[in-house]
């Protein structure tokens, strides 16, 4: 199993600013990845980050709105840049446990934007 | 890409009745099929997995079918109590690369 510490839980952001999202990892990993929770929504994945690369993005998503940093194998962030109202939502990072299946998640940091 | 498709976005229950949730997936290569629990405010768990190679697995009161050439899976949930009542993700996998399903949401009325 992987234990994953996120945070912030939540926060309130103004228009126009950024927030950085943390994730630790109890465990080194190869792969960590960001997804965005819309309310009463699915899980969407963002982007994929790999320790010394740079991260893969979804389509949709574009490294300018969300730069990611993987500085070692157990750690990773994600900032939301830019802050619109429309980027309210709950952000969740995720490893995948020993032999690449199971998907662990962090608790989530529940954003909202004024 | 693989896209993942899901059945019923909302189930409402009796305690005690059983209750099903039917994905389908457009990959073929997808090899590892997930099922995930959310309860209100908490991160998604695992609740049960079947590989590609099974056709179906039981865990308790949950069970999960496969079928790979029509592919579709399913989540069985027989004798539901109102603590199984959350959100249910399926997904699908291949080569570390898992796509959610919508979502089902399941309520358990006591």
């Known amino acids: ?114 | 890409g693989e896209n993942v498709e899901q059945h019923p976005s909302t189930l409402s229950v009796q305690e005690g009745d059983s209750a099903v949730i039917k994905c389908t997936y457009s990959d073929s290569a997808s090899n590892y099929f997930p099922w995930y629990k959310q309860e209100l405010g908490k991160r998604p768990q695992l609740i049960i997995d079947i590989r590609s190679n099974v056709g179906e697995k039981k865990d308790q009161r949950i069970a999960v079918t496969l079928n790979k050439t029509a592919k579709h899976f399913s989540l069985h949930i027989t004798e539901t109590q109102p603590e199984d009542s959350a959100v249910y993700f399926c997904a699908a996998s291949k080569d570390n690369d898992m796509r959610f399903g919508a979502g089902t949401r399941l309520t358990v009325k006591p």
């Open chain 1, 1 to 114: 199993s992987a234990v994953i510490s996120q945070k912030p839980s939540r926060d309130i952001c103004q228009r126009g600013t950024s927030l950085t999202i943390q994730c630790q990892v109890d465990s080194q990993v190869t792969m960590m990845f960001w997804y965005r929770q819309q309310p009463g929504q699915s899980l969407t994945l963002i982007a994929t980050a790999n320790q010394g690369s740079e991260a893969t993005y979804e389509s949709g998503f574009v490294i300018d709105k969300f730069p990611i940093s993987r500085p070692n194998l157990t750690f990773s962030t994600l900032t939301v840049s830019n802050l619109s109202p429309e980027d309210s939502s709950i952000y969740l990072c995720s490893v995948l446990g020993t032999g690449g299946t199971e998907a662990f998640f962090g608790q989530g940091t529940r954003l909202t934007v004024v």
